[in-house]
């Protein structure tokens, strides 16, 4: 039993279709009645856009052109931003470029002083001797 569930659960499965054959006169004849006007268009409803829901939602020239120009004043702003923020890096840039310069000159001015006293204490002890 349960190979015979399991057989009939792994089955392939085919769509049904009537085979038709070429002798059947009916076979060729075209659709006519309400089945025709489902299976094929009309040019007025495929050119008819004003029911679709894409024609319902598309927004009104007025709204786009609102909506640009609140992106473009949006844009602006932003941009303004990024430049003023360009502004502050640059001048942090060059403000630990300077400290860097100031650390160095005194670095090297203590080192002078260091060695002109280290320096004036072994001529001093020389001479004591």
Avoid: C
């Avoid at 060059?94 to 005194?106: I, N, P, T, V």
């Avoid at 002083?113 to 204490?121: A, E, N, P, R, Y």
């Amino acid at each position: 039993m349960l190979v015979t569930a399991v057989s009939a659960q792994a089955a392939p499965t085919a769509p049904i279709t009537p085979a038709v054959e070429a002798t059947d006169p009916t076979a060729m004849m075209p659709l006519t009645g309400p089945i025709a006007a489902r299976a094929l268009p009309t040019k007025n409803s495929a050119l008819d856009i004003n029911d679709t829901l894409a024609a319902q939602l598309q927004p009104s020239t007025k709204a786009l052109s609102a909506a640009n120009q609140e992106l473009l004043s949006r844009n602006a702003q932003l941009q303004r931003q990024v430049n003023d923020l360009q502004t502050q890096v640059n001048v942090l840039v060059y403000e630990s470029k300077g400290q860097l310069f100031l650390y160095g000159a005194f670095t090297v001015l203590i080192s002078l002083l260091v060695g002109i006293f280290v320096s004036w204490l072994v001529f001093v002890r020389r001479e004591r001797w």
